[in-house]
């Protein structure tokens, strides 16, 4: 599976921005795809997820009720809708595909879960 990210930019507080993961190769393999974002000195973290077949997601607390994922499957494509962006949401985006059916959320918090990362696109939010 091969996943390339795009979308990131600058924008201001309260702007908005999408970001896209296309993915390619074998993506009947991916049981979820995911946004993990990393800001300068900071660890990964967990941004949200969607499940390939059935499209139910999960949200971290930080941007719950402002992002919104979603995604196409005829296009194999991934979309971050993200609003009222705040400059603590500046990072880098990453999207990841997991291929390991796992019952429960929790595991699929961990960056470890997945095994195939796009290289990350930059959104900057400016105050």
């Known amino acids: 599976v091969q996943l390339q990210a795009s979308g990131g930019g600058l924008v201001q507080a309260g702007g908005s921005l999408r970001l896209s993961c296309a993915a390619s190769?074998?993506?009947?393999?991916?049981?979820?795809i995911a946004w993990f974002r990393q800001a300068p000195g900071k660890e990964r973290e967990f941004v949200t997820f969607?499940?390939?077949?059935?499209?139910?997601?999960y949200y971290a607390d930080s941007v719950k009720g402002r992002f919104t994922i979603s995604r196409d499957n005829a296009k194999n494509t991934v979309y971050l809708q993200m609003n009222t962006l705040e400059p603590e949401d500046t990072a880098v985006y990453y999207c990841?595909?997991?291929?390991?059916?796992?019952?429960?959320?929790?595991?699929?918090?961990?960056?470890?879960?997945?095994?195939?990362w796009g290289q990350g696109t930059l959104v900057t939010v400016s105050s």
């Open positions: 969607i499940r390939w077949s059935g499209g139910s997601t």
């Open positions: 190769g074998r993506t009947n393999s991916m049981v979820l």
């Open positions: 990841a595909a997991a291929t390991v059916r796992i019952a429960g959320t929790s595991y699929y918090l961990r960056p470890g879960a997945y095994n195939y």
